[in-house]
T-cell receptor, first 112, second 116 residues
Framework: QQQVKQSPQSLIVQKGGISIINCAYE??????FPWYQQFPGKGPALLIAIRPDVSEKKEGRFTISFNKSAKQFSLHIMDSQPGDSATYFC???????????FGQGTTLQVKP | NAGVTQTPKFRVLKTGQSMTLLCAQD?????MYWYRQDPGMGLRLIHYSVGEGTTAKGEVPDGYNVSRLKKQNFLLGLESAAPSQTSVYFCASSLRRLAGYQETQYFGPGTRLLVL
């Protein structure tokens, strides 16, 4: 049972464009929603995260939009750059163990 | 600080062989995790530990065992490797989660395992 569903699986965007990756979750107990960025051959690294008491969080060119009623959240990358080409994972967590449930991942390619 | 390190980086095993993956962190983190990453499936939690001497099962624990004898180390063991365990294994660590607040998980560089 996939508790966090991510789409699309892959995404190609032109330099300067907007990249949008979507995630949907099932468990209403989730209270932390991070996005991780992974470059080839490296481990994932935290990019940005949001709690369900806010609808949007922005850090530089990266924005998370959160819709609690729809149980969906998305990552928007503004002015996408070739250096943003990576795999992006959404995740969700609840409880006091810090366990993360990850989405399937989205491979982003930004064309120059 | 080295952060989270994993040993080895790459290993080839034959079916039925055993091995241990080592994860070490120098950030004094209480929590440690082992994930496996497979194409199209994201990262899935194998086992985790919320403190020295404690371990618990994650989403996909079958075929794996873990130990956390020291706070800074978290070992993942495969007693009898199977081709289905071919994957990339990531270790992560974080500070203890306080109520209503989530600490960042820091990941190691991964161990690529091929089971023939």
């Amino acid at each position: 049972q996939q508790q966090v569903k991510q789409s699309p699986q892959s995404l190609i965007v032109q330099k300067g464009g907007i990249s949008i990756i979507n995630c949907a979750y099932e468990n209403t107990a989730f209270d932390y929603f991070p996005w991780y960025q992974q470059f080839p051959g490296k481990g994932p690294a935290l990019l940005i995260a949001i709690r369900p008491d806010v609808s949007e969080k922005k850090e530089g060119r990266f924005t998370i939009s959160f819709n609690k009623s729809a149980k969906q959240f998305s990552l928007h990358i503004m002015d996408s750059q070739p250096g943003d080409s990576a795999t992006y994972f959404c995740a969700a967590s609840s409880g006091n163990t810090g366990k993360l449930i990850f989405g399937q991942g989205t491979t982003l390619q930004v064309k120059p | 600080n080295a952060g989270v390190t994993q040993t080895p980086k790459f290993r080839v095993l034959k079916t039925g062989q055993s091995m241990t993956l080592l994860c070490a962190q120098d950030m004094n983190h209480e929590y440690m995790y082992w994930y496996r990453q497979d194409p199209g499936m994201g990262l899935r939690l194998i086992h985790y530990s919320v403190g020295e001497g404690t371990t618990a099962k994650g989403e996909v624990p079958d075929g794996y065992n873990v130990s956390r004898l020291k706070k800074q180390n978290f070992l993942l063991g495969l007693e009898s490797a199977a081709p289905s365990q071919t994957s990339v294994y990531f270790c992560a660590s974080s500070l203890r989660r306080l109520a209503g607040y989530q600490e960042t998980q820091y990941f190691g560089p991964g161990t690529r395992l091929l089971v023939l």
